[in-house]
């Protein structure tokens, strides 16, 4: 992508230093720099959300904000943030159930999945979002596509809220 528009920002003469010296240190030059500082890649928020799903304590928060993150993602976003994944921290469970939500959002964006969900096996057993019997059979008629696909039987999934 041609750089074609210049930003200035104010500092002092000790911030412009110190600035230079640690791009120096990160062997980039300082637009570069302050760049990957102020904009970096989605990949690296993918990546930091899967590590926060593999986390018990927070997983909860963690998926709800991977939805909210994908859900923002456009088309042209999708590959640079998803294009690769480390699963190998999460459960197989979690494994379909993020491989799900991204298959779920590049088909609503019209773009083809990643080649690691097409890796991913699905589960041995469905998996339900809720032990209620009663709820099960609406699961097994309202969960998307991509989950159904992976066994997992959830009524929510990508943008949506419950």
């Keep these: 992508m041609t750089k074609s528009v210049h930003l200035q920002v104010r500092m002092t ?32 928020r993918f990546d930091e959300l899967l590590r926060r799903v593999a986390d018990d304590e927070e997983r909860r928060f963690a998926l709800a904000e991977l939805n909210d993150f994908l859900a923002d993602l456009g088309s042209g976003e999708l590959e640079e943030a998803v294009g690769e994944a480390r699963l190998e921290r999460l459960t197989p469970y979690l494994r379909n159930y993020v491989a799900a939500m991204v298959e779920h959002v590049a088909n609503r964006r019209g773009v083809p999945p990643p080649a690691w969900v097409r890796k991913v096996p699905p589960l041995d057993e469905p998996h339900f979002a809720t032990e209620l019997a009663g709820l099960r059979f609406h699961l097994l008629r309202a969960a998307p596509v991509a989950f159904k696909r992976r066994n997992v039987f959830v009524d929510a999934t990508v943008g949506d809220r419950v």
């Design 13 to 44: 003469p000790a911030q412009k230093a110190e600035l230079k010296d640690r791009a120096q240190r990160a062997g980039e030059d300082m637009s570069a720099y302050v760049l990957s500082r102020v904009l970096p890649p989605l990949s690296l």
